[in-house]
């Protein structure tokens, strides 16, 4: 979909079900994971509003469950991650011609932890000049790892720097579930509101979907007391910031909208009951960098239940799952987050939601086939601003 031209069919050279899609940071290229263990790669012609087919390759030898575009314009990676097992990282060699089936080359590859393959993906670029790299991964029983490119002028060095099960152990089989991630969207930091708070400017912001519930997580760079994975001082996860409560059934997805100028944080949430939930979140005084008392968690309005969860760094305590629930009191850096509720829009079988313009306006899809967009009114109030279905593909699009 274009301003100019609305809605387009994109060409697809095979009949099998395209399963994940990723949009880059500036909206001109257009990334596609399928059923056929295919990865297809799309450039938008601007003149004409058409979305063309520039490469189509098997990525994987599954099914592809998840791509994502690196926002980094030093580095513009692909990644992929599929029921192989595999996560992929592909950069484009431009001396390769257009459907030549190696434009794309993988130059990093890891296979999943836990014998169970990575369902959501998720990069983050700060903004200049910085030239890190962050990438979010989750596996489908739940394991949350975090790396970092260790080399900005190449893709194939990356490090570990801390996972953990965002149960506190792997996923029970036959546990009705979905687990995705996705970092707080553009290159700036945290909402103002935080920062005031005393959270550190290059803190990470990350959603994690887990059963009925969203956790938002700010992972510290460290300081001198956080130590990842290698053992070394770097980004490590803490308890949740906040858990986002109100879902009826498992959550599919989660959008962390960029911060826009605001002093309030947006998040929205699809879940299977059918709803569209989007939160505000925020930081209030006295909740700051070792601020906070037992009893200002438990006087929270209009925003559920706190739960203060030590998250272990490292491998061994990541795989063992060791969690200790219900430990009151702040780690070094670290901030609480309060949060209300103040949207529950229906969309049947909502799956996937991203917010557009900053968090003006959000997009969500759904198994009934229908893309909505919602917008924030005079009043206040969100409200649906267009419903799109197949049928709005016009004859010419087809």
């Known amino acids: 979909m274009t301003p100019q031209h609305g809605f387009a069919a994109l060409p697809l050279d095979s009949p099998e079900i395209v399963l994940c899609a990723s949009v880059s940071y500036h909206g001109r290229r257009l990334a596609t994971g399928s059923a056929d263990h295919r990865i297809r790669v799309y450039d938008l012609n601007e003149k004409t509003g058409s979305w063309e087919l520039i490469e189509s390759w098997r990525g994987h030898n599954a099914m592809v469950l998840d791509v994502a575009l690196s926002p980094s314009s030093a580095l513009p990676l692909l990644a992929s991650t599929s029921s192989d097992l595999k996560?992929?990282?592909?950069?484009?060699?431009?001396?390769?011609?257009?459907?030549?089936?190696?434009?794309?080359?993988?130059?990093?590859?890891q296979s999943a932890h836990d014998s169970s393959p990575y369902t959501s993906l998720s990069f983050h670029a700060p903004a200049p000049p910085s030239t890190d790299l962050f990438l979010a991964i989750i596996t489908r029983e739940g394991l949350v790892v975090l790396m970092e490119l260790v080399d900005s002028s190449r893709g194939d060095d990356w490090k570990e720097l801390d996972m953990f099960w965002v149960l506190g152990k792997k996923s029970p089989r036959g546990m009705e579930s979905h687990f995705a991630v996705s970092f707080q969207d553009g290159p700036g930091g945290p909402a103002w509101g935080a920062l005031v708070a005393g959270l550190e400017e290059n803190a990470?912001?990350?959603?994690?979907?887990?059963?009925?519930?969203?956790?938002?997580?700010?992972?510290?760079?460290?300081?001198?007391?956080?130590?990842?994975?290698?053992?070394?001082?770097?980004?490590?996860?803490?308890?949740?910031?906040?858990?986002?409560?109100?879902?009826?059934?498992?959550?599919?997805?989660?959008?962390?909208?960029?911060?826009?100028?605001?002093?309030?944080?947006?998040?929205?949430?699809?879940?299977?009951?059918?709803?569209?939930?989007?939160?505000?979140?925020?930081?209030?005084?006295?909740?700051?960098?070792?601020?906070?008392?037992?009893?200002?968690?438990?006087?929270?309005?209009?925003?559920?239940?706190?739960?203060?969860?030590?998250?272990?760094?490292?491998?061994?305590?990541?795989?063992?799952?060791?969690?200790?629930?219900?430990?009151?009191?702040?780690?070094?850096?670290?901030?609480?987050?309060?949060?209300?509720?103040?949207?529950?829009?229906?969309?049947?079988?909502?799956?996937?939601?991203?917010?557009?313009?900053?968090?003006?306006?959000?997009?969500?899809?759904?198994?009934?086939?229908?893309?909505?967009?919602?917008?924030?009114a005079q009043n206040g109030k969100w409200m649906d601003f267009a419903d799109f279905g197949p049928d709005e593909i016009s004859d010419e699009a087809r």
């Open 87 to 109: 996560l992929k990282l592909w950069a484009e060699h431009h001396a390769s011609p257009p459907l030549s089936g190696r434009r794309f080359r993988p130059v990093f590859v």
């Open 204 to 376: 990470l912001s990350l959603a994690v979907t887990a059963g009925n519930e969203a956790q938002l997580f700010r992972v510290l760079s460290g300081g001198g007391y956080g130590r990842g994975t290698n053992g070394e001082a770097g980004y490590r996860f803490q308890a949740p910031a906040a858990v986002l409560t109100g879902a009826r059934s498992f959550v599919r997805g989660v959008a962390w909208a960029a911060p826009g100028g605001r002093s309030k944080d947006l998040v929205a949430t699809g879940s299977a009951d059918g709803f569209v939930r989007i939160y505000e979140v925020w930081t209030p005084r006295g909740r700051g960098v070792n601020g906070g008392s037992p009893e200002d968690s438990q006087t929270r309005a209009d925003s559920g239940q706190l739960a203060l969860r030590q998250v272990p760094s490292g491998i061994g305590a990541g795989l063992a799952g060791a969690r200790r629930e219900g430990e009151r009191g702040l780690e070094p850096g670290q901030i609480l987050h309060d949060w209300r509720c103040v949207a529950e829009l229906k969309h049947e079988g909502a799956w996937l939601v991203k917010w557009i313009r900053d968090g003006a306006m959000l997009v969500s899809t759904g198994d009934n086939g229908h893309a909505i967009i919602w917008a924030l």
